[in-house]
């Protein structure tokens, strides 16, 4: 398989980490090929460490859209950008909130990511894995959660026809109130009932400096790089802020991004 050499520090939403080499899983790509590898995307929901397990990313062979009996079939390394654009174009309904969401596919339905009630999963009807094609019923599926285990190649969703640029209006909006430096979005899931955010600041660490690295004055739940900041000082305040959480309110903050560091995997699997 071919690789391709990625500056971190450029091409991250976090513009955090060195430069490594990168497999590309392409269509010959076979299963047993791809079982030691960590599979990333556009790397926006990513902190990269210093020493990164073996990454793969998928290769413009699964960067299409396109429309058959009536269902829109995107590949997974397609930006959400573009599916947007596409769906603009061509009057389609229900994906105005990738507008606002950054990402490729395959990372966003394997989060399950959105915006609110609207998330990629809604009108979903099946996937195309490496080791086949299931129904969306075939997978266990939440609040930015699944349970899929393998590369996302494609997926197939409901045709239904009426952009609406109100709902575009409204998906900026709520992404107003996030800042625009560099992050990897929000750091923690909101437990249940309760906001990372405020809980984040309710310990004293909104805008407390760790290096360059912060919790954002904006929005405390984004974990923003000021200049240039660190995997280490990240992961310092990661650290630091659900051990303080735990500590005052007995919630245990659950991580929405992906650290990808061996230390800190062999650690998370040690535990």
Do not use: W
Not at 47 to 52: M, Q, S, T, V
Not at 70 to 83: E, F, Q, V, W, Y
């Amino acid at each position: 398989m071919q690789t391709k050499s990625i500056n971190f520090s450029k091409y991250s939403s976090f513009k955090i980490g060195g430069t490594f080499d990168v497999t590309l899983l392409d269509k010959q790509s076979q299963a047993d090929e791809v079982q030691d590898y960590y599979l990333i995307g556009a790397c926006n929901n990513v902190l990269i460490g210093d020493n990164p397990p073996p990454l793969m990313m998928l290769s413009k062979d699964f960067d299409y859209i396109t429309v058959q009996n009536n269902r829109l079939i995107i590949g997974a390394a397609t930006p959400s950008g573009k599916i947007a654009s596409y769906c603009k174009k061509n009057n389609i309904a229900n994906f105005e909130f990738l507008s606002h969401l950054p990402g490729k596919l395959g990372g966003l339905v394997y989060m399950n990511a959105g915006l609110k009630e609207y998330e990629i999963f809604n009108h979903l009807l099946s996937l195309k894995l490496l080791s086949g094609t299931y129904n969306r019923d075939a997978i266990n599926y939440g609040y930015r959660f699944t349970n899929i285990k393998e590369p996302i190649l494609e997926a197939t969703f409901e045709l239904s026809y009426g952009f609406d640029e109100k709902k575009v209006a409204m998906f900026k909006k709520m992404r107003s109130n996030q800042p625009s430096t560099p992050s990897a979005g929000s750091c923690f899931k909101n437990p249940e009932g309760n906001y990372a955010g405020r809980l984040i600041e309710a310990v004293g660490l909104k805008g407390v400096m760790q290096g360059d690295m912060c919790f954002s004055e904006k929005h405390a739940n984004f974990l923003v790089n000021k200049a240039n900041g660190t995997y280490k000082d990240a992961l310092f305040l990661i650290k630091e802020a659900q051990q303080r959480v735990y500590k005052e309110f007995g919630i245990q903050l659950e991580l929405e991004i992906e650290i990808l560091d061996r230390e800190y995997l062999k650690n998370l699997h040690n535990n």
